[in-house]
């Protein structure tokens, strides 16, 4: 159970059902017993158009098309240019103002004339750029180094407070600091609980942790 505004983080190793709960979420397939529920109405009683209306979600393998920056944030849904020009700004995506021609900037078919870095952030700029009520990031800042993501996270938690977000990541960093963790293995729930209490409480969360930070147990 998530309250508005909070923040829950999935972590787990490959395969371990991470993608699966966003794919159940957003009704990519259904569940086979049980029910999701989204302000308290069971996900299936949406239309589809009204259920991923709720959401912005930057997905693992999204991707950006031929086409100018602004065109590739704006998604084609006629957002309002202040909503383009934040998302682009709180996605740390900053290095088109650099550009020569900024948001007109042209991308090629799968932006490739862009770092992996620089994609990921349009992505999440995209993502964001609707001010969500769920914001969705599967994986979505893997290619971002520590400091970036850090400002990511920041700046989000800032500038869209209201927003409840669902964060999928093999990095102990970009979830540490959710309200809830949920530590995945073969399908099953194998943890839930907050970052200091599974460091004190869980071995699958704590071996991960002491691989990608060095170890020792530290509060926040």
Known sequence: ???????????????????????????????????????????????????KSYFGTALQYDTLFADNIYNNVDFYRNLPKKNIVKAIDNAQATFVNELEEKDKTILTAKGTNLSGGQRQRLIIARALASNPKVLILDDASSALDYKTDASLRKAIKTNYDKTTQIIISARVSSIMHADKIIVLENGVINGYGTHNELLKTNDIYKEIYDSQLGGGIHEW
């Open 1 to 51: 159970k998530l309250n508005k505004g909070e923040t829950l983080g999935i972590i787990g190793s490959t395969g371990s059902g991470k993608s699966t709960i966003i794919n159940l979420l957003l009704r990519l397939y259904d569940v086979n017993e049980g029910a999701i529920y989204l302000n308290g109405k069971d996900v299936r009683n949406y239309s589809l158009h009204k259920l």
